[in-house]
């Protein structure tokens, strides 16, 4: 399997060209809202695991940017950039991870480019920072979670996942950093969380535990809020890990 960093002339578009097709399902993800603090971090850690990763922006040059720094962190991996929408469309695994302020707008446009058989792993949290209050605070949401509110708004045949809510960007994006953690995933199909699992699973260091439901992520996005609280007190980048689990989870 080659990768190669795409040629990517200054002010163009960069767009995802496969040297080679990747091997075995799912080697290749959007990440829309990937030039922020989570996405970069996923971006960066996947690509070096080998998975051919579409930067998602809401503008052009932003993708590219972001998508080129990607490169500059992982030489020779496989990323490239695209608007939103059309990232969207770009692979069958789309994360979204932008601030719950957006959430719905996002989703609004890019459900117009999704299709039938694609999962969406939601990583948005629905903090009361995003309406300016703290970010140890959740806000109320109708659905009972931003992944909830996903599900009602992509088309028929897309499922959500929700996902990577207790995953610091700080700690993806230091490569340097051993990660040790758990991903909680919450959605209503054991095999498509099976499929999320199987992704994240290349990432050296994090172990993906089926939580249920999609309704779990009520509780799995508030998560958020307690380990910003106690992040705050230990000056860290706390992950959780559960105990006593069997050695094959999926
Ligand atoms: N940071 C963490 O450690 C962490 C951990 C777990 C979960 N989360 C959750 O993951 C989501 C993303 O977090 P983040 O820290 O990566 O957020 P962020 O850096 O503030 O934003 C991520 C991206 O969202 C896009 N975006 C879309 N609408 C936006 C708006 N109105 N204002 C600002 N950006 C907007 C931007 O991309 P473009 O401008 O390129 O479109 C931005 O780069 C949030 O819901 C957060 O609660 C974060």
Redesign the pocket.
């Known amino acids: 399997m080659v990768h190669r960093p795409l040629a990517h002339p200054p002010g163009r578009t960069i767009r995802v060209i496969y040297s080679a097709r990747v091997s075995g399902p799912d080697s290749s993800v959007t990440i829309i809202?990937a030039?922020?603090?989570?996405?970069f971090g996923l971006a960066v850690r996947l690509a070096a695991a080998g998975v051919a990763v579409t930067v998602g922006?809401?503008?052009h040059g932003?993708?590219n940017e972001a998508a080129a720094r990607a490169l500059a962190a992982v030489p020779h991996a496989t990323v490239g950039g695209m608007e939103?929408a059309e990232a969207a469309a770009a692979n069958e695994i789309v994360v979204l991870?932008?601030?719950?302020?957006?959430h719905h707008e996002?989703l609004t446009q890019i459900a117009n480019t999704m299709h039938a058989g694609q999962l969406l792993v939601d990583?948005?949290?629905p903090?009361a920072a995003a309406v300016g209050g703290k970010p140890t605070r959740m806000l109320g949401v109708w659905q009972g979670s931003a992944a909830q509110q996903a599900q009602e708004i992509v088309p028929d045949g897309v499922a959500v996942v929700a996902a990577?809510?207790?995953?610091?960007?700080?700690a993806l994006e230091d490569r340097a950093r051993a990660l040790d953690e758990d991903v909680l995933l919450a959605g209503d199909r054991r095999a498509d969380k099976a499929r999320v699992a199987a992704l994240l699973n290349r990432i050296d260091g994090l172990r993906c535990v089926d939580a249920g439901r999609l309704e779990m992520a009520r509780i799995t996005e508030s998560l958020?809020a307690l380990l910003i609280a106690v992040n705050v007190r230990h000056k860290a980048h706390a992950g959780i890990r559960l105990t006593g689990l069997p050695d094959t989870l999926w």
């Open positions: 809202g030039s922020g603090a989570l996405g922006s809401r503008d932003r993708a939103n991870s932008v601030p719950f302020r957006s996002t990583a948005t949290v903090l990577l809510h207790t995953v610091s960007a700080a958020t």
